[in-house]
């Protein structure tokens, strides 16, 4: 696993092609392959100067690969010297759970978590909608096995599940503190914020966006999702709706964040400062993890500065 390299090991392993570019080595005119690999443990860059054209053409990105060479440290970061770079083939024993990163919750857990917040919500049509979400073989698949996201936060297998159990737990949490909110709307929204991205991502063995999740981006997948949902129960209340709609549309709290709306409700903020919260608590925790046990990371490019572990921080929080 990546994570447990170290520069002089000698390996032989498999791993997912990320990137792959073919390079000119200034100094000399001489090509070489250069690319960035991933399993689920992290990431890893490497170069290949023998037969880089042959080797570039007879792998794709997203193909599982397997590779033999040795670490070494470069400028500072780990980096793989490639003797040989390979498609895999039938004979090779491939573990897929070693390539793509998943939820450190088990499946079931979650499920039952989200399951006993679904039979939380009383309002008669909330309910409705929400059952009828969870027994669309489409809907309950993706929800169960979509990543929350691709790089930021809860960019992994069942992130989209353990995110939206989390907001919603949240939001549960927060509407009894502040009993002036409509608690079962929000545990709604909360369950249904991120559904559009059981359509945004693939994750077979990266996680890339569909051409809808590029194109519409999740929010208006969702909504547009919640949207069939309600017309398919007789008698839903146009009022009730809409305000599930503003919740939908809204969650992300700024229009240069992509939500089409601000929140203008009650539930409305509620819903983006739980989203919030639980979204950059999962991204600091990861970057926590990646760069081990030290005081500061390094520069967090999207937020615009570092993170603080503390002078004896463990990296795994324990």
């Known amino acids: 696993m990546i994570r447990d390299i170290q520069a002089g090991d000698k390996i032989v392993a498999f791993f997912v092609l990320r990137k792959k570019e073919i390079r000119t080595k200034r100094e000399t005119g001489e090509i070489y392959l250069s690319v960035e690999l991933v399993d689920a443990s992290g990431r890893i860059s490497g170069s290949l100067w023998e037969a880089p054209q042959p080797a570039y053409q007879a792998v794709e990105k997203g193909d599982v690969v397997k590779v033999k060479g040795t670490a070494i440290s470069y400028k500072e970061r780990l980096h793989l010297s490639i003797e040989k770079l390979r498609g895999v083939t039938s004979r090779d024993r491939v573990e ?31 309910k409705r909608l929400l059952d009828d979400v969870l027994q669309d073989p489409q809907l309950r698949t993706g929800l169960q096995h979509a990543p929350g996201g691709k790089l930021w936060h809860h960019n992994y297998l069942r992130g989209l599940l353990e995110h939206t159990v989390s907001v919603a737990t949240l939001v549960d949490k927060i509407a009894a503190h502040y009993p002036a909110a409509n608690r079962d709307l929000l545990v709604t929204a909360a369950l249904l914020h991120d559904i559009g991205k059981v359509d945004s991502y693939r994750y077979d063995t990266l996680i890339e966006y569909t051409d809808a999740g590029r194109l519409l981006g999740h929010i208006v997948l969702g909504s547009q999702i919640v949207q069939r949902k309600i ?88």
């Open 96 to 126: 897929a759970e070693q390539l793509v990163p998943a939820s450190d919750t088990d499946l079931q857990t979650l499920v039952e978590r989200l399951e006993k917040l679904v039979a939380s919500v009383h309002e008669p049509f909330l």
């Open 231 to 318: 017309d398919s129960i007789d008698g839903f209340p146009m009022q009730l709706a809409m305000e599930l709609q503003h919740l939908v549309l809204s969650h992300q709290g700024k229009l240069e964040q992509a939500s089409p709306v601000v929140p203008m409700t009650l539930e409305g903020l509620i819903l983006y400062y739980a989203d919030e919260l639980d979204s950059k608590t999962n991204a600091f925790q990861r970057v926590q993890r990646k760069e081990g046990k030290q005081a500061w990371s390094s520069y967090v490019k999207l937020l615009d500065q570092f993170f603080y572990f503390g002078s004896d921080s463990p990296a795994d929080g324990d």
